[in-house]
């Protein structure tokens, strides 16, 4: 049965004379893992800030489980906006702040609950996303960059979301991080049952992780379907991408995991 946590339509996002987004309409069914594709500046980011409520639209409406997101935005403390967490590219910790502290950061914002009771359960976040005791005192200074974007991901989860939402969570990580964080975020999904949408340029993010695939290109989502009809699509740029030496080590890289 249909169970759309996120309803997108007729969306037009214009930056002085240039239209990024028109008429752009995206559907996202409860429980799936979203990948949006797209080139560089197609607007993939642009698109994740109008649904979280940080980007005001030009034209077109935005529903949210079931919630409209106004010209306003998203009110911190407002019942939606405790129903998703966020992971901006940049980890987006706070420097001054401890893993742990950054962790805590959502609970003791959104909830009227002790600060000692927060810490306990950012702890329980920390194992969850499989950062080391240890890495609850540290400064995000002291983390690698896969440590940060687990991090981050620990305090997106801080407030149990339905929606998750990711920009580009793999850049910047080595291939072996990249994939941990890809079996991570999967593991997680199945467990907890949250819906993903996930920005990403990074091919095998897509095969190992995304049960659909959503694709921007003139100004608008093109097609949003299983990555195997994805790739097959007519379309130039989803040629290059998937086609191009990339796109095809990626493949091959899924059906030998696939195999064993
Ligand atoms: N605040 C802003 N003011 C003016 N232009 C903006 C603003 N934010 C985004 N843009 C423009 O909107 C377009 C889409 O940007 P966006 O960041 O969404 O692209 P993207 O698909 O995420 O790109 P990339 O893959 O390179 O990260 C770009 O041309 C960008 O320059």
Redesign the pocket.
């Known amino acids: 049965m249909s169970d759309a946590v996120i309803q997108v339509k007729g969306l037009k996002n214009q ?2 004379s ?1 239209v ?1 987004h028109d008429n752009l309409d995206l559907t996202i069914q409860r429980g799936d893992i979203t990948g949006i594709v ?10 994740m ?1 109008s649904i979280i409520g940080l980007q005001r639209p030009v034209a077109g409406t935005i529903e949210m489980l079931g919630e409209t997101v106004g010209p306003n935005g998203i009110q911190r403390g407002s019942l939606l906006s405790r129903k998703m967490g966020v992971l901006f590219q940049s980890g987006a910790l706070l420097s001054s702040l401890t893993v742990l502290e950054n962790i805590a950061m959502p609970l003791l914002e959104h909830t009227d609950i002790a600060k000692s009771d927060a810490l306990r359960l950012a702890k329980t976040k920390l194992a969850l996303v499989g950062l080391p005791a240890h890495a609850a005192g540290l400064f995000p200074s002291e983390l690698s960059g896969g440590m940060v974007k687990r991090a981050a991901l620990a305090r997106a989860l801080a407030l149990e979301p339905e929606l998750l939402f990711l920009d ?1 969570p793999t850049a910047g990580l080595d291939p072996i991080s990249a994939a941990a964080f890809d079996d991570l975020l999967v593991t997680l999904r199945n467990a907890l049952g949250f819906t993903v949408f996930l ?1 990403t ?1 990074d091919l095998d993010t897509l095969y190992h992780s995304c049960d659909r695939v959503a694709v ?1 290109a003139e100004k608008r989502i093109i097609i949003h379907d299983t990555l195997e009809q994805v790739a097959a699509f007519d379309h130039p740029w989803l040629k290059d991408y998937f086609h191009g030496p990339r796109g095809r080590a990626a493949a091959s890289i899924s059906r030998q995991n696939k195999e064993r």
């Open positions: 930056f002085g240039h990024v797209g080139g560089s500046g197609s607007g993939k980011s642009v698109l800030r580009e920005v340029h921007i």
